[in-house]
């Protein structure tokens, strides 16, 4: 079974990559890999929690429920995971993506990473024992 530390290690992996993908342009998908690595990192702090394997889920919302954070959460902490919740599913759809790329600018993407960078930094100790 993965532990909670590959799972943080590979949100971490996802982050840059989101970095990688800001320097060229690529702003829908820095937003799809930012929710990739707030998924993989809350998966992570579930993981180390209960002990037991995530769900199948991506709806970093109900994550953050399911591992007791929902409540600890800022007002802030709240809307951002809720507005990187529609860069899963809807990017993936082709009628979507031209809406989805209308919203996706070089300052959201670099305020996107910033804001993931900061919820990896609050949730890394909470994944480790």
């Known amino acids: ?4 530390i590959q ?3 590979r ?3 996802d982050l840059d990559t989101a970095r990688d993908l800001l320097k060229s342009g690529k702003y829908l998908y820095v937003a799809f ?3 990739q690595a707030l998924e993989k ?3 992570s702090v579930y993981l180390n929690l209960k002990n037991e394997m995530p769900p199948y889920i991506h709806n970093l919302p109900k994550l953050s429920e399911l591992i007791g954070l929902k409540q600890t959460l800022s007002d802030e902490q ?4 809720q507005n990187m919740n529609i ?3 809807s990017s993936r759809y082709p009628d979507d993506i031209d809406d989805m ?3 996706c600018t070089n300052i959201t993407s670099e305020n996107q990473i910033k804001k993931t960078e900061e919820f990896l930094k609050w949730l890394e100790p909470k994944s480790k024992s």
């Open 78 to 81: 709240t809307d951002f995971l």
């Open 41 to 43: 990192a809350l998966k």
């Open 11 to 13: 949100a971490l992996y």
């Open 87 to 89: 860069f899963y599913i």
């Open 33 to 35: 890999m930012c929710h």
């Open 101 to 103: 790329k209308k919203m």
């Open 1 to 4: 079974m993965t532990n909670s």
């Open 7 to 9: 799972w943080f290690e």
